[in-house]
């Protein structure tokens, strides 16, 4: 029974919201203050008297400790009635739980007595009743995790170590915790967060081949996570933290991608940033794929030869050029260190003002709630009481306004949901303009067609029949660029299956560009 009603304690940083929200005033740090003992934060380390539940001594003990032995007794116990408590506690296992291991039966509910205790089989040798029981089933040539599995138990949820042949159906065993984890916070996990939070082992993450194997495990499309805010496809996590983050520290002007940073003679690589400085020299940045110490697939050997090829080129053209190299290894790291280290490395180069940014817009948009979303958008309104222009938005981020169309909302009844107006673009339109409507799309995954154009602006459908019909400016898209989605390639080889010769919409010319596209693709795979 506790004994003490109040304590005196004092003001610090990591109990100071704790006890603001049980309704305390702070007044200031390291000042003391007075705490009911219902209040008292259970880790505590103020002394505090209690009285022993079976022999009625008083005591003295750490607030902690006190919680500790309550929650692990269900009781309040002096020093010498929780010893007397282990001693019978022993002997009641020796005589009940642990006594006859004979038949298979028994071991099991053995087995079952013991994870309802200690909720693991890690170090289950390093006690006296789980060596015991492990023995025992090893000398009836029994096996620990089978029963285990038999009993209802998910192998990777009660050991770090797997036993033999478990990753054959590990794989699949995996696909519910990553769907799961998808479905939650609407994007993959990372490496670091595969480990500590699915549970994953970190050698068969690697001998798996790495985060793309195991988003083909459950068709994962990365696509919708990748788009930064300024509408850049990015090729890792790590690029897209980097890439965000440039944006948020207003550099989204200041950079190019995918540039050629060696001459003619060496054209073989593009980076992944390009700065270009006062001083006429180019500022390439490498946001490395994989962890030096990566070397165990050969995607990731291969990978490794690259760099430092790379490196090599790097180093003899190091007169024009500077290199900044970001390792994969700081993305383990948590947003705060990620950021800093970005500014330590940029901030000599290019005009940096050191400003933290959220997680959320670190990573991606999808993670904003659309009133998040709505309050980015509105930072480039005209007037605060209306939506900015489609392509002013575009022009601020176009990760956001593709996230806005990824939601299945058309910009005008996002607008209607928080009760504002939009701003009507005047555009001069043109096949070019309808052309970067087409690439819009594409970036968020859709196929070209009225419900998707309409998405994009109101009357963009009805704009076309001022160029010519849908099938036809697709068809002239398409053969001036390389990259072509699946979905559309087979939309292209259903319009050539079906003979449109034979109608008045299409013409030969129009069947011989959809062929010639798809011959074109032989030499740009996807």
Request: aromatic content about 14%.
């Amino acid at each position: 029974m506790l004994i003490t009603k109040e304590v005196t304690t004092t003001w610090n940083p990591t109990t100071r919201k704790y006890y603001e929200d049980l309704g305390y005033t702070y007044t200031k740090q390291h000042a003391e203050f007075i705490v009911k003992i219902e209040d008292l934060h259970k880790g505590s380390n103020s002394k505090i008297d209690y009285q022993c539940d079976l022999c009625g001594e008083k005591a003295s003990i750490m607030f902690y400790e006190y919680n500790e032995k309550k929650n692990k007794y269900g009781k309040d116990l002096c020093l010498k009635c929780v010893h007397k408590n282990i001693t019978q506690t022993t002997r009641k296992r020796n005589d009940d739980n642990y006594s006859r291991h004979d038949t298979h039966e028994k071991r099991k509910a053995d087995l079952q007595n013991y994870l309802l205790e200690h909720k693991t089989l890690n170090k289950m040798t390093t006690n006296t009743f789980g060596k015991r029981l492990y023995d025992n089933f090893k000398s009836y040539k029994d096996d620990v995790y089978d029963t285990a599995i038999e009993l209802g138990y998910k192998i990777e949820d009660i050991s770090k170590t797997m036993p033999k042949n478990y990753y054959v159906n590990y794989p699949e065993i995996l696909k519910d915790k990553l769907i799961s984890f998808t479905t939650e916070y609407k994007r993959f996990p990372r490496i670091k967060e595969m480990e500590k939070i699915l549970q994953i082992n970190t050698h068969f993450i690697s001998d798996f081949g790495g985060l793309d194997e195991f988003k083909k495990l459950i068709n994962y499309d990365d696509s919708k996570d990748l788009i930064d805010l300024r509408g850049d496809y990015n090729r890792s996590i790590a690029e897209l933290i980097t890439a965000n983050y440039f944006y948020s520290q207003g550099l989204k002007d200041k950079y190019n991608r995918e540039q050629y940073p060696f001459p003619k003679e060496d054209r073989y690589f593009r980076s992944d940033f390009t700065f270009y400085l006062e001083n006429n020299k180019e500022l390439h940045v490498e946001v490395w794929g994989f962890r030096e110490s990566e070397n165990s697939t050969e995607k990731a050997i291969h990978y490794q030869k690259t760099r430092k090829f790379k490196e090599v080129l790097y180093e003899k053209y190091s007169d024009d050029i500077i290199l900044i190299s970001i390792n994969y290894e700081l993305f383990d790291k948590k947003y705060d260190e990620i950021q800093k280290h970005l500014y330590n490395l940029f901030s000599p180069y290019v005009n940096l003002k050191f400003k933290n940014v959220s997680y959320k817009k670190l990573l991606s948009p999808s993670l904003l709630t659309d009133d998040e979303l709505f309050n980015e958008a509105m930072i480039v309104s005209p007037d605060g009481i209306t939506l900015p222009m489609t392509s002013d938005l575009i022009k601020h981020s176009a990760g956001l306004y593709y996230q806005i169309l990824k939601r299945g909302y058309t910009y005008g009844g996002f607008a209607k949901k928080f009760g504002v107006k939009t701003k009507q673009d005047k555009i001069e339109w043109s096949k070019k303009l309808i052309f970067e409507y087409f690439e819009e799309i594409i970036k968020v995954g859709k196929v070209i067609n009225i419900k998707s154009m309409n998405e994009q602006h109101s009357n963009l459908a009805d704009i076309l029949k001022k160029y010519g019909y849908v099938t036809k400016l697709k068809i002239e898209y398409f053969s001036k660029i390389n990259s072509i989605p699946e979905q559309e390639l087979k939309w292209i080889k259903n319009l050539i299956d079906k003979d449109i010769n034979s109608t008045a919409k299409y013409s030969k010319k129009d069947i011989d560009k959809a062929k010639q596209i798809l011959e074109k693709q032989k030499e740009y795979p996807q």
